[in-house]
């Protein structure tokens, strides 16, 4: 009976019926309490409506029952990026189900990853301004720095001592300074990370037998709708003949967990 009333639920949420289905998995989950799917079928529910409290009292429940459940997972880590209250929290969830998609074929495992650059991206805006706020603190403070004459005892004795070279490290203050903003602040991507058909940073990076490497969907939309050929090297290419960059995307993944501001930023 409960897994009749999910399969009613499933029909109803496909046509758009969010009532019929949630009522459809409710009674599902009284009759058999046990079942994760249940709570998470109902999450996508709310989760439709943005009914953030509600999907976040699914999924916990879900996660209780089943703590691999990538979709639950998934949801609470959307749920709580959307209400805000826990950035961290959210990353976490939303890093869990990625690293579980690793032992599972998911068809939503895109929109994970997208939504978990989303919220690194959300978390590093809402932290933007008090960053930018003690750069320009350490900024000034290092100005003040290098302006006042510092009480520096030169070894002149000649006793094979270190000596102190106050240009050098006001140099070496500068250099650091230019590293923390280039950090902190958004600056151009590198052009290596960028796709030569989007021009946008690649998430799924492929190389073609020539060499050259694009993003995976921009490249098969070319082979789609332009022609089977290398849309720089103009020589044909077919689907099968494409190689995940892995090295490059594992260097992508590293540089978006430092620059969170990259992700669909305009290059």
Same mark, same amino acid.
């Given at each position: 009976? /409960?897994?009749?009333?999910?399969?009613?639920?499933?029909?109803?949420?496909?046509?758009?019926?969010?009532?019929?289905?949630?009522? +459809?998995?409710? &009674?599902?989950?009284?009759?058999?309490?046990?079942? /994760?799917?249940?709570?998470?079928?109902?999450?996508?529910?709310?989760?439709?409506?943005?009914? *953030?409290?509600?999907?976040?009292?699914?999924?916990?429940?879900?996660?209780?029952?089943?703590?691999?459940?990538?979709?639950?997972?998934?949801?609470?880590?959307?749920?709580?990026?959307?209400? =805000?209250?826990?950035? $961290? &929290?959210?990353?976490?969830?939303?890093?869990?189900?990625?690293?579980?998609?690793?032992? +599972?074929?998911?068809?939503?495992?895109?929109?994970?990853?997208?939504?978990?650059?989303?919220?690194?991206?959300?978390? *590093?805006?809402?932290?933007?301004?008090?960053?930018?706020?003690?750069?320009?603190?350490?900024?000034?403070?290092? +100005?003040? @720095?290098?302006?006042?004459?510092?009480?520096?005892?030169?070894?002149?004795?000649?006793?094979? =001592?270190?000596? @102190?070279?106050?240009?050098?490290?006001?140099?070496?203050? #500068? &250099?650091?300074?230019?590293?923390?903003?280039?950090?902190?602040?958004?600056?151009? #991507?590198?052009?290596?990370?960028?796709?030569?058909?989007?021009?946008?940073?690649?998430?799924?990076? #492929?190389?073609?037998?020539?060499?050259?490497?694009?993003?995976?969907?921009?490249?098969?939309?070319?082979?789609?709708?332009?022609?089977? @050929?290398?849309?720089?090297?103009?020589?044909?290419? $077919?689907?099968?003949?494409?190689?995940?960059?892995?090295?490059?995307?594992? #260097?992508?993944?590293?540089?978006?967990?430092?620059?969170? *501001?990259?992700?669909?930023?305009?290059?």
């Amino acid at each position: 009976m /409960a897994d009749a009333l999910k399969k009613h639920g499933n029909e109803c949420f496909a046509k758009g019926k969010l009532d019929a289905a949630i009522e +459809a998995y409710s &009674e599902a989950i009284c009759l058999e309490p046990s079942n /994760a799917i249940y709570r998470t079928n109902r999450a996508m529910c709310h989760m439709k409506r943005e009914n *953030w409290p509600q999907v976040v009292h699914d999924t916990q429940a879900a996660l209780v029952l089943d703590s691999t459940s990538i979709k639950a997972h998934y949801l609470l880590g959307l749920a709580l990026g959307s209400i =805000g209250s826990s950035h $961290d &929290e959210g990353i976490g969830h939303l890093k869990r189900a990625l690293d579980l998609c690793k032992e +599972a074929t998911v068809s939503y495992k895109e929109d994970i990853l997208r939504a978990l650059l989303s919220l690194r991206k959300r978390k *590093w805006e809402a932290g933007r301004h008090t960053a930018e706020a003690r750069l320009q603190d350490a900024q000034a403070l290092a +100005a003040q @720095f290098m302006r006042e004459p510092m009480d520096v005892q030169q070894d002149e004795g000649g006793d094979g =001592g270190p000596t @102190f070279d106050i240009q050098q490290a006001q140099a070496c203050m #500068v &250099e650091a300074l230019e590293m923390l903003s280039r950090r902190t602040l958004p600056h151009r #991507v590198p052009d290596h990370m960028c796709c030569q058909i989007s021009m946008e940073l690649m998430l799924e990076p #492929v190389t073609t037998p020539c060499g050259i490497t694009y993003e995976r969907k921009a490249l098969l939309e070319h082979l789609k709708k332009v022609g089977k @050929f290398d849309p720089i090297s103009r020589k044909p290419l $077919d689907v099968h003949q494409l190689a995940p960059n892995l090295a490059l995307k594992e #260097v992508i993944s590293q540089y978006l967990e430092q620059h969170p *501001w990259a992700y669909e930023c305009n290059l």
